[in-house]
């Protein structure tokens, strides 16, 4: 068990969820610098969120959570695209109050003036951005908060995270299609569905597996498991990428870069890689040459 997405549904009923259960992937990424303990757990969080959510999406693509604020913290972004590839990163200053947070709500908590953006972008198509009041004690209650009043779709949300492994779980009451589906509806289920979750504790859903975790919470519903899909960490940089952010900034500001620094050196601060530019190379990017 290391990056995992686990579908589930309950047979002849409106309700569909997903386990997600990371460790490789998040180990990857808050070993990119060092990230203090409560921070650690926010972006375990805001990654099997993310996760959860670009399940719910039928579209090639992706989808990023990012909390903007004031104060101490700045801000945190974690991103999953349709191939199950994540990302993440945070900007804060130091702060005692994060150094032996065991849960999120520290980081939300002293969040000044804070927004939470869902932002989905598809390969083709217009993007879409929503924005979500984090005016709720975890983030899994912002989202869920979201979906009831945006989405306006019954949803559940559990998240829990510590350094070395993050987990998630969502279920969804789906909109009944007709008046026949609706005569066969257990009306009990949803309820049941939400108590049987809430039992579930965060050291369970961050160390078991997607497949005992749905045993142990609906082992008496009648669960269907599709084909389990594996997630990992993937960073979308590339040197093209580079060059149309040079491309930007416009050609003086690339001229006065390079009387400072001569070749140009871009650092992914996601995955640490680095991309280097020639002065013939990022003048070559706007048809000039090096005289």
């Not at 998040?26 to 926010?42: N, W």
């Not at 899909?229 to 003086?252: D, V």
Request: one cysteine or more.
């Amino acid at each position: 068990m290391s990056d995992l997405r686990q579908r589930f549904y309950i047979e002849d009923c409106p309700v569909r969820g997903e386990v997600v259960h990371l460790e490789e992937a998040l180990q990857t990424i808050l070993a990119q610098r060092p990230y203090m303990q409560a921070v650690q757990v926010l972006l375990g969080e805001m990654l099997s969120a993310t996760a959860l959510l670009a399940s719910t999406l039928k579209i090639k693509g992706r989808i990023s959570l990012q909390i903007q604020a004031s104060g101490t913290f700045k801000w945190a972004m974690a991103e999953c695209n349709h191939l199950g590839e994540l990302r993440a990163l945070a900007d804060y200053e130091e702060d005692p109050r994060f150094v032996e947070a065991e849960d999120s709500s520290v980081v939300l908590k002293s969040l000044v003036k804070p927004v939470l953006f869902i932002n989905i972008e598809p390969e083709f198509g217009e993007r879409y951005q929503g924005i979500v009041p984090l005016d709720q004690p975890t983030l899994a209650g912002c989202l869920m908060q979201y979906y009831d009043l945006s989405a306006q779709i019954p949803t559940h949300i559990v998240l829990a995270s510590n350094e070395k492994h993050s987990g998630g779980l969502l279920i969804q009451l789906l909109p009944r299609t007709n008046e026949e589906e609706q005569k066969f509806v257990d009306e009990d289920l949803w309820p049941r569905l939400i108590m049987l979750t809430e039992t579930l504790k965060a050291e369970e859903l961050t160390e078991l597996s997607p497949n005992e975790i749905l045993y142990r919470l609906y082992n008496e519903e009648a669960v269907r498991l599709p084909d389990v899909e594996q997630l990992q960490f993937g960073c979308t940089c590339s040197k093209e990428r580079c060059a149309i952010a040079l491309q930007q900034i416009g050609l003086e500001a690339v001229k006065e870069t390079l009387e400072h620094q001569t070749p140009i050196l871009m650092d992914c601060q996601f995955c640490q890689t680095q991309y280097t530019f020639s002065a013939e190379e990022a003048l070559g990017l706007f048809g000039k040459h090096v005289s």
